[in-house]
């Protein structure tokens, strides 16, 4: 199993066509159906993502989102009516070493746990969901001050060459995967100094990508939208960071 110092969370997102019509009933069933995963915790709903200029019109669901976690808090899933999402999260704090299962692993774990929910989903609400994009997010961040030394954005981000260390600084990009269509698969950049608790000061690194899935209802399909994002993911990390052996 890897370790990594830096990263914070990793997310895969199944978004759907349209949203599933459910119930507080529902997403009990829910919950005790994925009881490997506890402590349910209520977030606020998200907004739908949309790779067109016209956004889905149903937002705000009728219903919060609902995050599940695992017994040492490092894997989750989540549920609302309009996405079904896995990840994994650190559980300890940020620049300290710890064991990170993988790509291919949590891959792996999420073509388990979306099969599982789509069986759920036929089963409980007569519908297997059709999906509209696939999304996949890594969120970083590491200590700006290391053993008392503060550390210049420079000797993290490749693509700045400040004279001095800041306090404030920010900076996305988006490439896109393909000009070939309008909805294109495409992975956004964002660094910005903000804070990673218990660390008040980190450079955050972070890559999000998102692609079509033009009405899969299979997570086969998904797989190797995943895998693009991640490959595109990694050339842009690569680009754009410093790994800390060669840093420090």
């Known amino acids: 199993m890897p370790s990594t110092r830096t990263l914070q969370e990793v997310i ?3 978004h759907f066509a349209s949203p599933l019509t459910m119930t507080v009933i529902d997403m009990a069933d829910w919950a005790n159906t994925f009881n490997q995963y506890r402590n349910p915790q209520q977030l606020n709903a998200a907004a739908p993502v949309s ?3 016209q956004a889905p019109s149903w937002f705000p669901v009728d219903l919060p989102r609902l995050l599940l976690r695992s017994e040492f808090g490092d894997r989750s899933i989540q549920l609302q009516s309009d996405r079904f999402a896995v990840g994994w999260s650190r559980t300890v704090p940020v620049g300290e070493p710890c064991d990170y299962p993988s790509y291919e692993a949590l891959k792996a774990t999420w073509g388990i746990e979306a099969s599982k929910f789509h069986d759920w989903c036929a089963q409980r609400l007569d519908v297997r969901p059709s999906a509209r994009l696939f999304e996949l997010g890594y969120n970083n961040a590491t200590p700006i001050v290391v053993s ?9 981000f490749r693509w700045v060459q400040p004279s001095r260390p800041v306090n404030a600084f920010e900076v996305s990009w988006l490439e896109l995967m393909s000009k070939d269509r309008a909805d294109a698969a495409r992975v956004t950049g964002f660094v910005t100094v903000g804070s990673a608790p218990p660390v008040s000061e980190a450079l955050i690194f972070n890559f999000t990508g998102f ?8 997570p086969d399909p998904a797989t190797r939208m995943f895998d693009s994002l ?19």
């Open 148 to 156: 008392g030394t503060r550390r210049r954005i420079s000797d993290i």
């Open 230 to 248: 991640h490959q595109r993911i990694t050339e842009m990390y690569e680009a754009a960071i410093i790994p800390e052996q060669e840093s420090s």
């Open 12 to 14: 895969l997102v199944e």
């Open 211 to 218: 692609g079509p899935a033009d009405g899969s209802v299979e």
């Open 51 to 53: 790779l067109l200029p």
